[in-house]
């Protein structure tokens, strides 16, 4: 069982910059997929950023440029680097978790979700 714990959200400006954590704990084991999603008011959750098992990465086309996903093996941990920040960057961001080869692009296919943490952009 993997469990997963995102830290960083916060209120900022446009144009501001926020760093997510997600640490990880329980299977230590490799092949996960580990993913950011965000989901705003009345709008289903997307992928934003996600990398592979091999440490490849991909990006939603509206976050490209400006955001940059990495992790630290040695803390189990996940980040997300968000830059220029703008409001449609409003919304929950979760951390997810899965055992695939290739990331998949469907929220339905991780089995493994943090609480989330509220990121809020104000204009």
């Known amino acids: 069982q993997v469990q997963l714990m995102e830290s960083g959200g916060g209120s900022v400006q446009t144009g501001g910059s926020l760093r997510l954590s997600c640490a990880r704990s329980?299977?230590?084991?490799?092949?996960?997929?580990i993913a950011w999603f965000r989901q705003a008011p009345g709008k289903e959750r997307e992928g934003v950023a996600s990398?592979?098992?091999?440490?490849?990465?991909n990006y939603a086309d509206s976050v490209k440029g400006r955001f940059t996903i990495s992790k630290d093996n040695a803390k189990n941990t996940l980040y997300l680097q968000m830059n220029s920040l703008t409001p449609d960057d409003t919304g929950m961001y979760y951390c997810?978790?899965?055992?695939?080869?290739?990331?998949?692009?469907?929220?339905?296919?991780?089995?493994?979700w943090g609480q989330g943490t509220q990121v809020t952009v104000s204009s």
């Open positions: 990398m592979n098992p091999r440490g490849g990465a």
């Open positions: 997810a978790a899965g055992r695939w080869f290739n990331c998949p692009e469907s929220a339905d296919k991780f089995n493994h």
């Open positions: 329980g299977d230590a084991g490799s092949g996960y997929c």
